[in-house]
């Protein structure tokens, strides 16, 4: 009943955020004489706060149309270029330029869209071929469409790689560096031409061991079938995956939101002061990140449940012992994908060493093939967004992919 129960709530503040918004437009309409009075902005400014943050979201878009190289401005077009059901491979093409590296970037499944990485991908627009991993919210998926776990993961990875074609680079942010990691070690088995040249990490679980996090003790100390009990849900009549077992974006944003909720509340705060003050830039800032981060989908339970399992509380990777379709992935297999590993100083999802320990599980990667890099004063998010992504990871990507081009 948890998935019908939060329907009916969220269908009710919906209908509030609309009055709030009526609301506040009224109280700052000149025509309205009680706008002139003094708490009329202190009104307006709070029914806006509260209507933003109670409004429904669906799929943001990108809204990437253009990009600068070399001085001049180049049209941006979105093409599909492979579509299954649980995922699209989703290409950035850069109207009139060519030759450029061709890097995929994998974003997480992990209760946000792929738009959460718009700022990673404006990035690295002028520099390379951007293509993305555009994963599908699990309750639109019909359940005659199978089901999707870490298996599938890593086959939707490799079926997206060989669509690119050889000689391409690989960026995995957060939770897929797991599947990337062990994704590249079968191609380098294999030897398969469409194995990448370079594996960018970045804040990635690859020993959970290391550092542990918040996240991290809440998936160790609940047995496996406490998951599956209180956080597992069927999707309810109204979408078309209707009977389908997912872990909610609603309540991955909920544990994420109250890890961090006084920060989370004084950023309200500042919002509602900005909007006294007239400051609506400032405003709309905040307004901007929330509107991104708020807007969550539902990802398979069969796959979250295997990453709680595998990842967080087996180690089943750095020990030896990750499968996929009985077959075991081996990290020193990797003899020739340059692997960079990317961490943040302040990260506090993923500890200072998780993604440190790719370097030292590929055993037969040469060491001028393996880097790493710790971005000083970064938490989570800022390693993939924000100025010290731009200014300071992201020409290290660069020259990395540059140097195993």
Known sequence: ????????QRSMLAGASAMATFGADWMRNPANPWSYLGGGQLVSSALEVFAHASATRGKPAFGLTHTEIDGRQVAVHEE???????????????????????LLIVAPMSGHYATLLRGTVERMLPSA????????DAKLVPLGDGHFDLDDYI???IAFM?????????????QPSVPCYAATALMSADNHPCRPRTLTMMGGPIDTREAPTAVNTLATERPHAWFEQ?????????????????????????????????????????????LVQ??????????????????VCDMTAEFYLQTVDLVFQTHALPRGEMMHRGRRVDPGAITDVAVLAIEGERDD??????????LTLATSLPADKKRYLMAEGAGHYGIFNGSKWRNTVAPVVEQWMAAHG
Request: glycine share 10%.
């Open 349 to 358: 999802i993923s500890g200072l060493g998780q993604t440190k320990a790719a």
């Open 278 to 295: 007239g400051d609506g830039e400032s405003a709309q800032a905040t307004k901007s990140f929330y509107e991104e981060y708020r807007s």
């Open 80 to 102: 599909i270029v492979l579509q299954k059901p649980f995922g699209q491979l989703k290409r950035f093409r850069r109207e009139g330029v060519e030759g450029s590296p061709r």
């Open 1 to 8: 009943m948890l998935y019908d129960a939060y329907e009916m």
């Open 155 to 157: 086959d939707y990875l």
């Open 129 to 136: 071929e951007v293509y993305i991993t555009d994963w599908r």
């Open 162 to 174: 060989e669509a690119i074609g050889p000689g391409a680079h690989m960026l995995a942010v957060c």
């Open 230 to 274: 209180n956080v597992v849900v069927t999707v309810p009549m109204m979408y078309p995956g209707a009977g389908r077992k997912v872990y909610p974006g609603f309540l991955q944003l909920a544990g994420f939101m109250s890890m961090n909720l006084g920060n989370h509340m004084m950023s309200h705060w500042e919002m509602f002061k900005h």
